[in-house]
């Protein structure tokens, strides 16, 4: 098998009467791109937004709802959201499924800490309990009636 081999010329060349090295980073001026042409000219027009940006902007466009006798501005994402929640409460399932489904997802509010102060007498009793639970703990063998282990091993003749 032969290897491939690559050869490589970094000696100085002339373009235009002026010496261009030819290297990393400096491609020969035959292979660069002329002025105004990009590398490609059949991409994403300029102005044409991805379809994440499409479905916000549609979302954001305000509907009429008339409710109650009286007409309100709301976003269409609003307004799906309450014909999503009255087809719910008419007993539609797959509606009520994705109700829900969309409540586990963006309703997941952090719990509220409820800090609550100690009395003085509280204290007293926790500190009690806390240093009987560490006394208790600091003798273990002492309160069981199993025998420690042995200390040494055992050689392979004596197994």
Known sequence: MSKHVRIVDFAPRRVNGKAYAVGF????????????QSG??????????????????????????????????????????????????????????????????????????????VSADDEEILAAYAAEIAGSTATPAATTDVPPLPRHRLRRSQR
Do not use: C, H, W, Y
């Open 40 to 117: 490609n000219s059949a991409g994403r027009p300029q102005g044409v937004g991805n379809l994440a940006t499409d479905v916000r902007r549609t979302l954001k466009v305000p509907v009429k709802v008339n409710k109650g006798g009286r007409s309100r501005n709301i976003s269409t994402q609003v307004g799906m959201l309450l014909v999503l929640r009255e087809n719910a409460l008419k007993g539609n399932a797959r509606a009520l499924d994705r109700l829900l489904e969309l409540a586990n997802r963006f309703n997941n509010e952090p719990a509220i800490e409820v800090t609550q102060t």
């Open 25 to 36: 980073k400096k491609p020969p001026k035959n292979g660069q791109f002329r002025p105004g």
